[in-house]
Nanobody
């Protein structure tokens, strides 16, 4: 059974940084396409960043240049480094495994102005 657990969220001032972590069990992230999503109140969940099996990355336009997705295949963890945070980045952030349609429970990020 695949399990994803996110951590690292919190309250930060605009312009600040956070690093989110997602630890996976039941699946090898090196053989998986992994995504980070977020969902703000009253909005649909949106895809932010993807890391492929080979380690290549893709980003949504609104976070490109500010957010970086990475992974540690030994620790079986995926990260989202978020810099230059804005109030509109406030949301619950989730990691996702495409091959098994598995979600974590999410971690709240709140950016104050």
């Amino acid at each position: 059974q695949v399990q994803l657990v996110e951590s690292g969220g919190g309250l930060v001032q605009a312009g600040g940084s956070l690093r989110l972590s997602c630890v996976a069990s039941g699946i090898a992230i090196s053989r998986s396409i992994m995504d980070w999503y977020r969902q703000a109140p009253g909005k649909q969940r949106e895809l932010l960043a993807t890391i492929s099996r080979g380690g290549s990355t893709e980003y949504q336009d609104s976070v490109r240049g500010r957010f970086t997705i990475s992974r540690d295949t030994v620790k079986n963890m995926v990260y989202l480094q978020m810099n230059s945070l804005k109030p509109e980045d406030t949301a619950v952030y989730y990691c996702y495994v495409r091959s098994t349609f598995s979600w974590g429970q999410g971690t709240q990020v709140t950016v104050s102005s």
